[in-house]
Every structure is written in C-alpha cells, then in structure tokens.
C-alpha cells in the first residue's frame, strides 16, 4: 500500500503503541500528502505510543528534485526543493502540531554519510489532559 495515498488508510484497522518508519519522507509525492500520513499516524497512537524514525529519514524529501510535480496545485518551481527536507526541527514543530513530542537517541554505528552519526527519533503521543 502507498503510505501517502489517504484511500488506503481505511483498510489499516486498530490503534497502535508503535509505528516505525525509517523512511518518513523520503517518497512523499507532495506535503498534502505527507501532511495527511502524519496525521494518521498520529490518529492511531495510543497515548503514550511511539512513532520511531531517523534522522536519515527526515533529511530527505526530494531538495533536489526539478521534474514535474502530478499533484493538482503542486508547486513546480526547483527552488523550493529545499523547503521539502522536513529536518529534525520540523518534524518536531509537526509533532507538536499533531500532539506529540519529538526525543532522540544516538546510534553511533550507524552512519549516514561517513561524517555524522545517524540518530533514532521518536515521537510519542502526549496525554490528553481533561
């Protein structure tokens, strides 16, 4: 199934205490799309669940992509490749949007590009307060 396709969200039933996905962004047709995924993951967290990612993960999102976008109303311009890259400040600014909060651990023998470690980023559903 295509994880950015909101059609297919109907046939994934049930809530979940973990979500993994290594590749948070890194197919995503456009950011309705990759906005709409996020909010079904975050739809079925259980409080206190866990949305794992990398940080590889998020650095991705086509920066240098020039073809054409098929997405009704996708904006065509390569210039703003570099607003695709979601980051790890934006994934945690789309957290707290979403009502969760963004932590990390390191892994040191994962490497992304031979100069940095690569981290595991974890997203966990807040309590709802009453």
């Known amino acids: 199934m295509n994880k950015y396709d909101p059609r297919m969200y109907g046939r994934i039933p049930g809530d979940y205490d973990i979500i993994v996905d290594t590749l948070l962004k890194s197919v995503a047709c456009c950011e309705k799309h990759f906005e709409q995924m996020m909010e079904f993951f975050a739809s079925r967290l259980v409080t206190g669940g866990m ?10 999102g086509w920066k240098g992509n020039t073809k054409r976008a098929y ?3 996708a ?56």
């Open 71 to 73: 997405t009704p109303g």
């Open 51 to 60: 949305l794992i990612t990398t940080e590889s993960g998020v650095q991705w």
């Open 75 to 130: 904006q065509l311009d390569p210039s703003i490749g570099a607003f695709r890259v979601l980051g790890r400040d934006g994934l945690g600014g789309l957290g707290e949007r979403l009502g969760l909060t963004l932590s990390s651990a390191a892994v040191p023998n994962s490497r992304v590009d031979n100069s940095r470690d690569d981290a595991i980023l974890i997203l966990t559903k807040d309590e709802i307060v009453v």
